[in-house]
């Protein structure tokens, strides 16, 4: 276990440093900023030599490349072109909001892919599992932001119930996290499908009939238990596309997230600011995945014995 | 996977001869698409969007560029108010939502495929050379793919699009770098199974040359998941490219575009829903076609993971 652990964490280290050559080198492609910034007027050379010069643009590459990682390793991604403050306290303002609608976006998933799931997969080839197929296909069919527009122009503007956009407490949290929900459950309850299908076959389970348990308990807590781990699994690998949503629904929602903040800092050609937000949500999602990596090899034996070749 | 020896009995070389034809000709293709309701209405239903972008200027009632501000905004054809002329209404600038939605497909249509295009072309080699080659190959190419696989698309498309500007061919190139890692991590393990088997071994023994067995003996065998996640993620990257453009990232605003469509469209969501409603409907018809295509090809090309 040890062992796996620190190969897993090393692979992890390399990963992180790939990703921050890649971003590096994507921003220093498009040559210097500084000019694209002060695009409003005609900049005259010496603004343009002053301002690379005091962000310290003129710096050789590796340097700045440097000075970049020396930055991010401590997470401190700089500060804002625009606004000056550091960009870490920035992403922070603004963290808690965005992490609401993933927390509630996951919930809503889990709460809808589980019952579709097992119910599909109990009742393999009816109804039941027809509407179930057809419920996570249009999940992963429907494109999220227009389906979070349709939910306003349903539920806010059409019937009155729910605020169309903004944060103004729970309530404004239901339409982001149910479309969140419905695009994750969609890819979950093919999962939780199949999953089932694959043990609900299995002898331990005819066995388990045969001692005379009730069905339900055998679906439950025999079926469902080996349902649970790849689902956990998916929802790890699923965590930058649902990172990618919340970055599209936060527009759609004017939800004041990390999404916002780094469409807006497009907006101003505030490299740090999208730079850093970039960096700071892959971070997080090598974090995930290491996690979820680590906690299926400390439940399944076999994936600690098989990372070792 | 663990081959598991069975106990071999006498009696085994004996049995009956079946005639197993090889069944992958073009009539048996059709026979069992024709007969799956799931796999038909993924076929019509990307087949609907090809003719759509194919024959756009023959089809589109209207030029989709050009509309004047007299006829902004008016509703479909069937509500009050209503013009015979424009089916789906038109937009706040008068241009015709159903001439727009048909010269959409071409866009949706064309990046799709080509970004998977260039995914393959990008991904197959290196899943061929590290499955073949294995050891530092493998070590260094699957430590590529890995960062590749870990990192947030979406958040490396935004990136690059802020960057780099709008633009078609800017989109295909985005989603297409950014897509090859999972070709490649296919590729691989269906490369690590084929090279155990005997004729590629035969290949090997009998001093075949190495681009021989991989082009002859090995690539053939990864066609079919090739195929199958090709189909699938022509709707992924039709939904990405949809969504950069809908956060202004994606194509030239300028363009029939059904995620610039939807996104033109969000303010006057109040008053004019229609602007916002049909391209959606397209899009999401679109992407569910090749959803329901690829579920179909999965299970006709491996039935074993059915």
Not at chain 2, 35 to 41: D, F, K, R, S, Y
Not at chain 2, 159 to 168: E, I, R
Not at chain 2, 207 to 226: D, E, K, Q, Y
Request: one cysteine or more; aromatic letters at 10%; charged letters at 10%.
């Amino acid at each position: 276990m040890a062992r796996y652990i620190i190969k897993r964490l090393l692979h992890t280290v390399i990963v992180l440093i790939g990703i921050s050559l890649i971003v590096f080198i994507t921003i220093r492609l498009t040559g210097n900023p500084v000019a694209a910034m002060l695009q409003n007027g005609t900049p005259s050379k010496q603004a343009i030599a002053q301002l690379t010069a005091a962000l310290g643009l003129n710096k050789p590459l590796i340097v700045q490349y440097w000075i970049f990682l020396r930055g991010a390793v401590t997470l401190n991604f700089g500060t804002s072109y625009a606004t000056g403050q550091p960009v870490m306290q920035m992403i922070m303002q603004r963290m808690g909001a965005t992490a609401e609608l993933a927390v509630g976006g996951i919930i809503v998933g889990l709460v809808l892919a589980f019952p579709v799931g097992i119910a599909s997969a109990i009742w393999r080839g009816t109804v039941v599992d027809l509407f179930g197929r057809t419920f996570a296909l249009l999940g992963i069919s429907f494109p999220n932001y227009w389906l979070g527009t349709m939910f306003i122009l349903i539920f806010s503007v059409w019937l009155h119930l729910l605020p169309v956009a903004g944060d103004n407490g729970f309530v404004s949290l239901v339409l982001p996290s149910v479309t969140l929900g419905l695009i994750l459950a969609g890819i979950l309850a093919r999962l939780v499908r199949s999953s089932m299908l694959d043990v609900l076959s299995a002898q331990y389970l005819t066995t388990a009939r045969a001692k005379g348990l009730h069905w339900w308990r055998v679906t439950i807590s025999h079926a469902l238990r080996n349902a649970l781990l790849p689902t956990i699994t998916m929802i790890g690998l699923q965590f930058g596309g649902l990172l990618g949503g919340i970055v599209i629904l936060e527009q759609v929602f004017a939800w004041p997230g990390i999404g916002q903040l780094v469409i807006k800092a497009i907006d101003q050609r505030d490299y740090p600011v999208v730079q850093g937000v970039v960096l700071f949500l892959a971070f997080l999602l090598i974090l995930v995945n290491l996690v979820t990596d680590l906690s299926y090899a400390f439940v399944d034996p076999r994936v600690r014995i098989g990372g070792e070749k | 996977m663990n081959a598991q020896l069975s106990p071999v009995h006498a009696t085994d070389g004996l049995q009956p001869v079946v005639h197993r034809r090889r069944r992958s000709g073009i009539a048996y293709f059709f026979t069992r698409l024709l007969t799956n309701t799931g796999g038909l209405i993924g076929a019509i239903l990307i087949l609907l969007a090809a003719v759509c972008a194919v024959f756009a200027p023959w089809i589109a009632p209207h030029d989709p560029t050009a509309g004047t501000i007299l006829n902004r905004l008016d509703p479909p054809v069937w509500m009050k108010g209503g013009d015979p002329q424009f089916l789906l209404g038109t937009d706040p600038v008068g241009r015709d939502v159903l001439s727009r939605i048909i010269w959409g497909a071409r866009d949706s249509l064309y990046i799709g495929i080509s970004s998977i295009v260039l995914s393959v072309v990008i991904g197959v080699p290196v899943g061929l050379l590290a499955g073949y080659f294995g050891r530092w190959v493998d070590d260094l190419l699957m430590r590529i793919t890995d960062i590749m696989l870990t990192f947030p698309f979406i958040l490396l498309a935004i990136l690059v699009m802020a960057l780099f500007g709008t633009g078609v061919n800017k989109v295909v190139i985005v989603l297409g770098i950014s897509g090859w890692a999972s070709f490649a991590r296919v590729v691989r393990s269906q490369v690590l199974s084929l090279r155990e088997q005997e004729y590629v071994m035969a290949a090997t023994i009998i001093g075949a040359p190495t681009w021989r067995i991989i082009f002859r003996h090995l690539f053939p065998g990864t066609i079919s998941p090739i195929t199958v996640i090709a189909t699938m993620n022509i709707a992924v990257n039709i939904l990405l490219a949809s969504g950069l453009s809908f956060l202004g990232l994606g194509v030239d605003p300028s363009i029939p575009d059904w995620g610039g469509m939807l996104a033109s469209g969000q303010i006057y969501l109040t008053t004019a829903w229609w602007v916002d409603v049909f391209p959606g409907v397209a899009l999401m018809l679109t992407v569910l076609g090749f959803n329901l295509f690829g579920d179909w090809l999965r299970d006709y090309l491996e039935p074993q993971d059915k």
